[in-house]
């Protein structure tokens, strides 16, 4: 899917990856990927923490890679957002350099009633 996505999502346990396929010529280099894990409750949200598992490079280049929560709540609607910041080392034949990837999951709806959040989620 595309980097903007807007979800309802039950109460529980969540999951939002963003994922970036790097090409340099044409040449699939490396996929770098962010997965932030949050809940959804009468709370709003709350991130319980973030990996980059999943990135790799290939014959190309290495992928050094790291995150971490850098706002793990959202509590009000419209008003937060909670963020993950994945930061990845490229070194290879085609790339040398950093990448850095920003998870933002924000909450536009909570109903209690029906268990349900409405969240609006991007990377950039």
């Known amino acids: 899917m595309g980097p903007y996505r807007a979800e309802d999502k039950k109460y ?23 997965s932030s894990h949050y809940s959804v409750g009468d709370y709003g949200l709350k991130m319980r923490y973030a990996d980059v598992a ?16 850098t706002d793990s709540k959202a509590e009000k609607v419209g008003c937060y957002d909670m963020n993950a ?32 959040a409405r969240v609006y989620q991007k990377y950039t």
Request: hydrophobic share 40%; proline share 0%.
């Open 12 to 34: 529980g346990a969540r999951l939002y990856t963003a994922w970036v396929k790097l090409k340099s010529a044409g040449v699939t280099v490396a996929t770098l990927k962010l």
């Open 54 to 69: 999943g990135t790799n490079g290939t014959v190309w280049s290495a992928v050094d890679a790291s995150c971490e929560v």
């Open 85 to 116: 910041v994945g930061t990845y080392k490229l070194n290879g034949k085609l790339n040398h350099g950093y990448i850095v990837l920003i998870s933002y999951i924000k909450l536009t709806s909570l109903n209690k009633t029906s268990k349900v």
